[in-house]
């Protein structure tokens, strides 16, 4: 999903210097000595992190898992918000014990951060108009138009499969696009597609075609902090178990995608 930054980065840097404490509690034991659990995040990233209309608490998808999880851990969870890039400096830094933001697991990450279980699964997605059977599958998108950003993998995937694509700045531009009936087709993440359906529900348009191979989102830690991550997975499989990574999943999306 497009991350949309509100504050310029001079005035992100000194709310992350503000908002992070040097030297929090990062290993399981100190985190059980100091009662906190201190996580990296966003703060602008709906439905994910963010605070409603641009003010009251951090709410979102990712900071209630964050917070359901310190709670198995039995510690309070304190929030450090920070742009997308300083969110890693400062968990390299100490400031964090944890990263909350829809972190997806690459090969190239796990090379330098370890992860925990994925508590988000999301396959790629063909959005077309309601009651559109032209396309079934991303081979159908070929000949095609659909609405891309030029920076993102959709684009990328969206020409392989034979699309023209139209190039525009995000997901708003492109399903207002195909609600148009300007493009044949969209291609996103199943996120953004459940998030804008259920603001939406009366939208008319549909998932045609899903990936294979979906993007698998995790909390991140500094390399090697491997006992607060196994704490962390045997968290998230307990909230798996009592309903509620599904429960926060249906609040946030209107389906379970912590599987």
Excluded at 133 to 139: G, L, V
Excluded at 168 to 191: F, I, K, M
Excluded at 210 to 216: K, Y
Aim: charged content about 20%; overall charge negative.
């Amino acid at each position: 999903m497009q991350r949309f930054k509100a504050a310029a980065a001079a005035a992100a840097a000194v709310f992350f210097l503000a908002a992070c404490t040097p030297g929090a509690a990062t290993s399981l034991e100190a985190v059980q000595d100091q009662g906190t659990l201190t996580i990296g995040t966003e703060g602008t990233y709906r439905p994910f992190s963010f605070h409603e209309d641009g003010v009251g608490d951090l709410t979102g998808y990712d900071v209630e898992i964050a917070r359901a999880v310190a709670g198995k851990l039995g510690v309070a969870a304190r929030f450090g918000e920070a742009p997308w890039d300083a969110l890693f400096a400062g968990l390299n830094a100490g400031r964090f014990a944890m990263v909350a933001n829809q972190v997806s697991i690459t090969p190239e990450r796990v090379d330098s951060y370890e992860f925990s279980d994925p508590y988000t699964v999301s396959p790629g997605v063909v959005v077309v108009p309601e009651g559109d059977t032209s396309i079934t599958s991303f081979a159908d998108l070929a000949g095609k138009t659909t609405a891309q950003s030029l920076s993102s993998n959709w684009y990328v995937l969206a020409q392989e499969n034979g699309a023209s694509v139209e190039a525009v700045e995000g997901w708003a531009q492109s399903v207002s696009l195909l609600e148009q009936g300007r493009v044949d087709a969209t291609v996103n993440d199943r996120l953004t597609f459940l998030d804008y359906i259920l603001q939406r529900p009366d939208a008319p348009i549909q998932v045609a075609a899903e990936t294979d191979d979906p993007a698998l989102m995790a909390f991140a830690f500094t390399k090697g902090n491997t006992e607060l991550r196994n704490a962390v997975n045997q968290a998230l499989k307990e909230l798996r178990e009592d309903g509620t990574l599904a429960e926060i999943s249906n609040k946030y999306f209107g389906e379970d995608v912590s599987q």
